[in-house]
Nanobody
């Protein structure tokens, strides 16, 4: 089992920045891929980006956040980060961290989510 806990959400003005953290525990994640997703009110959950826990391979981003958001990891802290810059009101959503085995396509583990609200 993998436990994921997000933190760092909050209220920020448009154009501002925020960094989300996702701390993992429970098992070794060396062969896992970590992802960030978000869900706005009345909308489906959507992919934001993903990264390999051990590094290597591509770091992927949704086109809507590319160039504004950056995913990074600190293996020593068992933490993955989502640095968000140039935030827009349409980035308002609950942000979720997720994990899946690298060879799988289904995201198996999810955090509880953290709210990000961007005011105009």
């Amino acid at each position: 089992q993998v436990q994921l806990v997000e933190s760092g959400g909050g209220l920020v003005q448009a154009g501002g920045s925020l960094r989300l953290s996702c701390t993992a525990s429970g098992r070794t994640l060396s062969r896992y891929r970590m992802g960030w997703f978000r869900q706005a009110p009345g909308k489906e959950r959507e992919f934001v980006g993903s990264i390999n826990w051990s590094g290597g391979g591509p770091t992927l981003y949704a086109s809507s956040v590319k160039g504004r958001f950056t995913i990074s990891r600190d293996n020593a802290k068992n933490t993955v980060y989502l640095q968000m810059s140039s935030l827009k009101p349409e980035d308002t959503a609950v942000y979720y961290c997720a994990a899946r085995a690298s060879e799988m396509t289904t995201w198996m583990y999810w955090g509880q989510g953290t709210q990000v609200t961007v005011s105009s």
